[in-house]
């Protein structure tokens, strides 16, 4: 099982290369989603301030019966907050509302506010104010490693330019037809590692009968195949699920997608419509 493998950090700490992602779990359900994904063989688990359930991830790590230095614990920094003060105060508050001693990774949700996302206010000043913030809080040991989320060429430059730490990960929605090549292999050159969020699309891959046909060949779930696509890409899947079944079902990829396989699902054709996502700013829709 890919439960057992990690990608090794810039600063050299190991990651594993599955994460349990918990946005829209609820924070009551939350720290039973943990707690079963840990007895399956999960380590990594990823929450975010905005998520408004990490006292319930908190809850599921205290519970799960695994030491905490075995696990390996993200949060994400709110996309409104952009001023060191701010940050500085955010990062304590997750550690206190998670009840944990230190974060193994902390990363800037957005480089802007979700309001203003893809906007044109990039806001440099702030995320810079923030990764200060960061790497203060790395610096201090509270943090094992810190990263960005959604950030662009030009996000990414504004902190590689000014930043004494540099960001490990950059987290990005990437998946079987979204899947943005340039973007990818300039964060790699980097040496940044990518986690991609979202990597069965919101369930939107379920409808590609391409993408089924696929699956099909290989004799796997869309789940597993669209996983699978991520990892052989060099990415970091954070699939999203409270359900054990399918939680053992998505670390199951021990397969193969073939070159000419993979060349095919790179290009498949964009989603245009995520569904009920779609009101989500990094599905293309905002906030309402």
């Known amino acids: 099982m890919m439960l057992n493998e990690n990608y090794t950090l810039a600063n050299g700490v190991e990651i594993p290369k599955l994460g349990l992602g918990t946005w829209m779990i609820e924070n009551q359900g ?5 707690v079963e994904a840990v007895k399956i063989g999960y380590r990594h688990i990823d929450t975010a ?28 920094l709110a996309a409104e907050v952009k001023s060191y003060e701010e940050a500085v105060a955010a990062i304590d508050q997750s550690l206190e509302t998670m ?12 480089p802007q506010p979700w309001m203003e996302f893809r906007e044109e206010d990039r806001y440099f000043e702030g995320n810079r104010e923030a990764w200060r913030a960061l790497e203060e ?9 810190i990263g ?23 987290q990005i929605l990437a998946h079987i ?24 699309a919101h369930g939107e891959l379920f409808k590609n009968q391409q993408v089924l046909d696929i699956a099909d060949k290989y004799g796997v779930s869309v789940p597993q195949l669209s996983i699978r696509y991520d990892l052989q890409l060099g990415l970091l899947p ?13 670390a199951d990829v021990d397969f193969i997608i073939s070159d000419e396989d993979m ?19 990094v599905f293309g829709g905002k906030l309402k």
Not at 30 to 34: D, E, G, H, P, Y
Not at 148 to 170: A, G, H
């Open 137 to 145: 809080a790395y610096q201090a040991g509270k943090l094992r490693a």
């Open 148 to 170: 960005v989320s959604n950030f662009e060429k030009e996000d990414l430059d504004n902190i590689l330019q000014n930043c004494t730490v540099k960001p490990m990960v950059n």
């Open 30 to 34: 939350v720290a039973q989603a943990v």
């Open 49 to 76: 301030q905005a998520y408004e359930n990490e006292s319930g991830v908190g809850e599921g790590i205290r519970a799960c019966g695994v030491n905490r230095e075995d696990l390996f614990i993200t949060t994400k």
């Open 99 to 110: 009840g944990l001693d230190y974060l193994d990774m902390m990363i800037i949700h957005s």
């Open 263 to 281: 060349e095919f699902l790179k290009n498949i054709e964009r989603i245009k419509d995520y569904g009920e996502a779609s009101v989500m700013p």
């Open 177 to 200: 037809s979204n899947t943005p090549q340039d973007l990818i292999s300039y964060i790699q050159e980097q040496d940044i590692l990518v986690e991609a969020y979202s990597p069965i």
């Open 238 to 250: 954070l699939p999203k699920t409270g359900n054990p079944a399918h939680m053992k079902n998505n």
